[in-house]
T-cell receptor, first 110, second 115 residues
Framework: TQLLEQSPQFLSIQEGENLTVYCNSS?????LQWYRQEPGEGPVLLVT?????EVKKLKRLTFQFGDARKDSSLHITAAQPGDTGLYLC??????????FGSGTKLNVKP | KAGVTQTPRYLIKTRGQQVTLSCSPI?????VSWYQQTPGQGLQFLFE???????NKGNFPGRFSGRQFSNSRSEMNVSTLELGDSALYLC??????????????FGPGTRLTVT
């Protein structure tokens, strides 16, 4: 059983559409991170959120940390083919021990 | 600044053999973590080293071990390889844990295939 559940597992959309990926847990985390991973590469850190209710924006990407610090969401506005990849959330209680979600595989078609 | 480097990038081993993977963190980073990534289980934490000491450990059998050197470079070893050990092994480095902010930077991984 995964400590962090991500949904949906797969998402295939047309360029220009909006989408939201969810990351849920019954546990409270001290910080939560989102990564994007492309085939054959390691995950690349997109954002770190640490405060309940925190919202961070990275160009067309908006990240939100739940008030209770148990869940998070990633919203992409006007998706582009370059957004294609595996999106992973990861939560930490202490130091650098991270629990990763199962991932959301996003495919943006031109 | 150079990123995290892992060697080798690809490895094929036979059941029962042992393997050693190497990771060089970003210059100045003192923490190195290791993860195993498989299609079925996703990314799972193996262990973390900080200042040559294992600081955190995941739920893997004792066949998986690691160490860190004084220059922060790290190695992980898997003994008595099993088919299920086939995976992408990822190394991540970070500065240290500071007030809840602990950003990890991953290397490209070592793809291990056990036959």
């Amino acid at each position: 059983t995964q400590l962090l559940e991500q949904s949906p597992q797969f998402l295939s959309i047309q360029e220009g559409e909006n989408l939201t990926v969810y990351c849920n847990s019954s546990s409270v985390f001290s910080s939560l991170q989102w990564y994007r991973q492309e085939p054959g590469e390691g995950p690349v850190l997109l954002v770190t959120v640490v405060t309940g209710g925190e919202v961070k924006k990275l160009k067309r990407l908006t990240f939100q940390f739940g008030d209770a610090r148990k869940d998070s969401s990633l919203h992409i506005t006007a998706a582009q083919p370059g957004d294609t990849g595996l999106y992973l959330c990861a939560g930490s209680y202490n130091f650098n021990k991270f629990y990763f979600g199962s991932g959301t595989k996003l495919n943006v078609k031109p | 600044k150079a990123g995290v480097t892992q060697t080798p990038r690809y490895l094929i081993k036979t059941r029962g053999q042992q393997v050693t993977l190497s990771c060089s963190p970003i210059s100045g980073h003192r923490s190195v973590s290791w993860y195993q990534q498989t299609p079925g289980q996703g990314l799972q934490f193996l262990f973390e080293y900080f200042s040559e000491t294992q600081r955190n450990k995941g739920n893997f059998p004792g066949r998986f071990s690691g160490r860190q050197f004084s220059n922060s470079r790290s190695e992980m070893n898997v003994s008595t390889l099993e088919l299920g050990d086939s995976a992408l092994y990822l190394c991540a480095s970070s500065l240290t844990f500071l007030a809840g902010v602990n950003e990890q930077y991953f290397g490209p991984g070592t793809r291990l295939t056990v036959t």
